[in-house]
């Protein structure tokens, strides 16, 4: 019998994926769930013939040095800027995420946050439970409308696709974005624009759907928030280095955007209390792909992306 190939998860998985993983692999789970150390990441390196990483793992250059005994690297997750892949590729490494199946519970999650922030739900939820909710009045914790408003999108992939359909189908919205390709079938009306700052000016609601690191660091960034409508409001749940906090917590400071909704931060889970301690943001633990059935679907991509590896087939989402 062929042995099974050894298999690291660097976190613990829904109850039916790590079952399967099982019967498929020679499994090692992180049984205490903390996040591994660098130290640890190195030691999986060297021992398993597949690590199953999440964004909690920081993967750089240094520690993905040649002499490994991993051929690959399942991500959990679409986004994999985590992982130096320049150093990953030089490595030898295959890289694979689970792109499509988290899409619908992502972009859910960025209208969860729209609406939430247009509508002062977490102001008015604070208020309740603290027992200072005094009564209905007319001009009680007034939102802003959503119906009828443009959303500005940055990233027209498959989340930000999904995140204009809710737009335009549920809230007879325009919609208006930006991506570095062309998109020629967004799957709503939708003009593309051609500059990140069109969009953020034309925009009632910006919500950010590209990738993190390289280039779009900081793509948010103090210029850029000064393009916005003063009564915008910026949504992320993309990753959090794509906007620069500080210049986002002084363009609230200075009233020149309305408000933000964030799920996503740049030194997770620290979040600075700038954030925390104002009003007009609504602030989630990075929770878009947080549905049961989207992390066991997550799970089986990976396992998918396994299976195909050590049957000697292409993986159906390589990154590299
Ligand atoms: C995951 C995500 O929860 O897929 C992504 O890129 O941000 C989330 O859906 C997280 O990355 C798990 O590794």
Redesign the pocket.
């Known amino acids: 019998m062929m042995t099974k190939p050894k298999v690291i998860v660097t976190?613990r998985w829904p109850r039916e994926v790590e079952a399967r993983l099982a019967d498929m692999f020679d499994v090692t789970l992180n049984e205490a769930d903390r996040p591994y150390g660098q130290q640890e990441l190195r030691e999986a390196l060297r021992q398993a013939d597949a690590v199953l990483?999440?964004?909690?793992?920081k993967l750089g250059a240094d520690i993905l040095a040649a002499g490994m005994r991993t051929k690959i690297l399942g991500?959990?997750?679409?986004?994999?800027n985590?992982i130096d892949i320049p150093a990953a590729r030089s490595a030898g490494l295959v890289v694979t995420?689970?792109p499509a199946v988290?899409t619908d519970?992502?972009a859910d999650l960025a209208m969860t946050l729209l609406l939430m922030c247009a509508r002062r739900a977490g102001e008015g939820e604070r208020e309740l439970r603290s027992g200072a909710w005094s009564g209905w009045r007319p001009t009680h914790l007034c939102g802003t409308q959503v119906t009828g408003k443009t959303i500005g999108i940055i990233g027209m992939g498959r989340i930000g696709q999904a995140m204009a359909r809710r737009c335009h189908f549920g809230f007879g919205m325009d919609v208006v974005f930006f991506d570095s390709y062309p998109v020629a079938n967004p799957g709503v009306p939708a003009r593309q624009l051609a500059t990140v700052e069109e969009v953020l000016a034309a925009a009632d609601f910006v919500s950010l759907h590209c990738p993190g690191g390289g280039e779009n660091h900081n793509l948010i960034n103090q210029q850029r928030l000064a393009c916005m409508k003063s009564t915008a409001i910026l949504i992320n749940?993309?990753?959090g280095d794509v906007v620069d906090e500080e210049a986002l917590v002084q363009a609230l400071d200075k009233g020149l955007i309305k408000g933000a909704g964030l799920d996503?931060f740049k030194s997770e889970p620290v979040v600075p209390s700038t954030l925390t301690d104002r009003q007009d943001v609504v602030l989630l633990p990075?929770?878009?792909?947080?549905t049961s059935e989207?992390?066991i679907a997550?799970g089986m991509r990976v396992i998918d992306n396994l299976s195909a590896f050590f049957e000697g087939r292409t993986p159906p989402d390589m990154v590299t």
């Open positions: 976190r990483p999440t964004v909690t793992d991500n959990f997750g679409v986004g994999f985590h995420n689970t988290l519970a992502t749940t993309a990753r996503v990075h929770l878009g792909s947080a989207t992390r997550m």
